[in-house]
Structures are given as structure tokens and as C-alpha cells.
């Protein structure tokens, strides 16, 4: 049986890139290349690519970027946008949960919940955050981001997605949130790129801050920073408050 987030990205690579959560590609960039110094030799996984935008602007921008992800459809959409831009990115149908890499890459992303903290059980999340770790090479760092679980406890979820969902896009239906595994459950209607409605029964896992930093340590990460994630404008400047829906993680190896 499929997971909805299988389901959810079947043959939705362009409806995908026309969704609001998608739109902040440049200037994460911009926060990614500030981080590894503008260092062209770094060989950057990213995990969780979807459509790709994200290993496409940064191979625009001259660096070497391997792009994985679940998807046929996103990869494929992937494969395509590489080939409008005339870029050669390798992009590779893997799981998160069952990486191989080992000490290849200086920079692992995940954004936008490209995989993490979608899966249905902690376990596999940790999975997850172990493979990237595994990823790195000496001295490698991690860029992520993640739901941050103090958001919903000042705030309504179903408001805030409803504010920034814009016509054409999935819309979130009924959503509850339970407080024992700070897990939100909600039904999302989506139109794929074939015209087909969808009605998917969803969860994520949210986070504290002091679950994601307890989560790495045991990885031999150190330096863990957390900070705010806004939409396009990555900053270490952004301190992480109950306001934000999104925390920015960055950890060193």
C-alpha cells in the first residue's frame, strides 16, 4: 500500500512547482552558497529534491549536485528542467530511508520536508538524519528544514496553510494535532497535472528544537543550530520563535 506522500507526487511535478512553499529556491540559494563560502568544489547531495529546484540553481551557479528523491514523476520533471537549462545533474530514484553513500558528499540539503519528518514512525525519520549523516564526508555539514512543533501550539495550522494556499494549488481539508506525538493528522484535496483529483489522509511529525538537536547529537554533529526558516530568506540572523511554521536546522560535522 502506498504512503500518501507517494501517492500526493504522482504525476504532480508541475503543479508541484507552481505551489507557494516552492517559491523561495533563489534566496535559499543564496543562504546555501553564504554557508559553504562560495566553495565550487563542494559536492552537494540533495535529498528529498523533487522537481529539482534546488540542485538546478545551484549547478547554474557552478557546483557539483547529486539530486535523490522517491518520485518518478518529480524526478522525471527534474530531468526535464536540467535539460531545458542544458545542465548535466544526476538525479537518482532513491528512498531516504535506505541511502548507501558513504563519505561522498561536503554539503547534504533537505528542504521544504523533502523527506524528513514526513515518514510514519520516528524511527524512520531518525533513518533518515542517519544517512545523511553517513553522507558527509569529514568535517560535511547538514542544512534542513523541518515543522517546527512549537507552532501549532500558539497557532492554527489549517489558518496559517489556508492564508498562503493560492488557486490551483492542494488544500488542506480537517486537521487535528496530537499533543502526545506532536504529529499533525489532515486530509489534503489535490488536482495532479493529468486533471485527476486526489484526497489524501495525511500526518507529519513536528519537532522541539531539543528533539532535533538530541536526534544529531548522537550522529557526531557539533556545532547544531536552529533557527527560524521564512520562505526564501534563510538567515542565522532569524532567531526561532513559536511564530515560525518552519525551523532551519545547520549542523557540522
Not at 506522500?5 to 508541484?16: C, H, I, S, V
Not at 524512520?124 to 542517519?130: A, G, S
Not at 496553510?161 to 490551483?168: A, F, I, R, Y
Request: charged share 30%; proline share 2%.
Amino acid at each position: 500500500m502506498k504512503q500518501w506522500y507517494e501517492e500526493l507526487f504522482e504525476n504532480y511535478g508541475m503543479k508541484y512547482d507552481n505551489e507557494c512553499f516552492t517559491q523561495g529556491t533563489i534566496g535559499e540559494c543564496d543562504f546555501i552558497e553564504k554557508e559553504i563560502k562560495h566553495d565550487n568544489s563542494i559536492r552537494i547531495l540533495d535529498i528529498g529534491c523533487g522537481t529539482g529546484r534546488h540542485a538546478i540553481e545551484l549547478t547554474k551557479r557552478g557546483y557539483t549536485v547529486v539530486g535523490v528523491d522517491l518520485s518518478d514523476s518529480q524526478l522525471r520533471r527534474a530531468r526535464e528542467k536540467a535539460s531545458m537549462h542544458n545542465l548535466q545533474i544526476l538525479f537518482q530514484k532513491h528512498d531516504a530511508r535506505n541511502l548507501t553513500f558513504l563519505h561522498e558528499f561536503d554539503l547534504v540539503i533537505m528542504l521544504c520536508e523533502g523527506g524528513f519528518p514526513l515518514m510514519e514512525t520516528d524511527e524512520m525519520n531518525y533513518q533518515i538524519l542517519r544517512n545523511a549523516s553517513n553522507a558527509l564526508a569529514r568535517k560535511g555539514k547538514l542544512i534542513f528544514t523541518t515543522l517546527n512543533a512549537l507552532f501549532p501550539l500558539f497557532h492554527s495550522v489549517k489558518d496559517f496553510l489556508d492564508s498562503s494556499t493560492k488557486e490551483g494549488n492542494a488544500k488542506c481539508g480537517s486537521i487535528s494535532f496530537d499533543l502526545m506525538t506532536f504529529r499533525e493528522y489532515n486530509t489534503i484535496h489535490a488536482e495532479d497535472d493529468l486533471g485527476n483529483k486526489k484526497e489524501l489522509h495525511c500526518n507529519e511529525r513536528y519537532y522541539t528544537p531539543s528533539e532535533i538537536t538530541w536526534l544529531l547529537k548522537p550522529l557526531d554533529f557539533n556545532p547544531i543550530d536552529i533557527f527560524g526558516a521564512k520562505l526564501g530568506a534563510f538567515s542565522r540572523d532569524d532567531k526561532l520563535s513559536s511564530e515560525d511554521f518552519e525551523m532551519l536546522v545547520i549542523a557540522e560535522k
